[in-house]
């Protein structure tokens, strides 16, 4: 499933070799730990700026209308 999702990524404008993932512990512990430190990194992009975790799941077969619809949501947004 990981490297269909690489794919997806890819196929809407994701720079090559930008999604990671691994089947070895000692990296996989090393991928999470670089995207806990991200939210931090994001947040240094907005000063002052709040951030607000969350998680959803999303049925594989939805998951390209879900990754179509946020990106309309942050451009319209100006999110990013």
Known sequence: QAEAVRDLA???G???GAFEFSRDEAERKKLWH???NAYYG?????PGSKGLV???CVPISR?????EETA???EELGII
């Open 10 to 12: 890819n196929d809407f």
């Open 14 to 16: 994701a720079q090559e």
């Open 72 to 74: 309309a949501d942050v």
């Open 54 to 56: 969350t998680d959803v």
């Open 34 to 36: 670089a995207r806990h």
């Open 42 to 46: 994001i947040l240094g992009l907005m």
């Open 63 to 67: 998951l390209s209308d879900c990754m």
